[in-house]
């Protein structure tokens, strides 16, 4: 009877992760169909900037704080840059080459939620992240805000974000 129980428990856990990892599919597919169509208002409402704008700080002054040189520099530049930055770099055009990375080109079919749920991981903490290969890194991270699941940590290496004027 324990073993019965158990068994139950862990199918529920696993259905409402799939659940979960649909729902999200849903958006993700929505971000992709807006980086492929270079949907801004569609990407907009995908996408949490300020929590990019955090991370990008953050990597930016990591980097330069492993040189002497620049340590100050950050400082120096000040939020607006940030702004700036967010401007420039957070739009459909520049997470291209994201989406090249996982093999969905401008002419390529962008696959349905269900498709893209099998390549979502769902984490500890409740987020979902994009991988690549079912076991890979985690590359794109979302969060459910508001009930949109919006992207906000680019776990990838920063030379895929290209600024394309």
Not at 16 to 40: E, F, M, P, Y
Not at 103 to 115: E, H, L, M, S
């Amino acid at each position: 009877m324990r073993a019965v129980v158990i068994c139950l428990m862990a199918l529920v856990l696993a259905a409402c992760a799939t659940a979960q990892k649909l729902g999200a599919a849903n958006d993700v597919h929505a971000l992709l169909i807006s980086i492929r169509d270079n949907d801004s208002a569609t990407f907009d409402a995908h996408v949490d900037h300020e929590a990019l704008k955090a991370e990008l700080q953050g990597k930016i002054e990591g980097q330069l704080s492993t040189n002497k040189k620049l340590k100050g520099l950050a400082a120096l530049l000040g939020p607006q840059t940030l702004d700036i930055a967010d401007q420039l770099l957070v739009q459909p055009k520049t997470f291209r080459m994201v989406a090249e990375h996982y093999g969905y080109r401008a002419d390529t079919q962008i696959p349905g939620p269900i498709v893209i749920s099998q390549a979502l991981k769902t984490l500890p903490d409740g987020r979902v992240c994009a991988t690549k290969k079912k076991d890979g890194p985690c590359l794109l991270v979302f969060t459910k805000e508001a009930g949109v699941w919006k992207l906000t940590s680019f776990e990838g290496d920063s030379s895929m974000l290209r600024l394309k004027l």
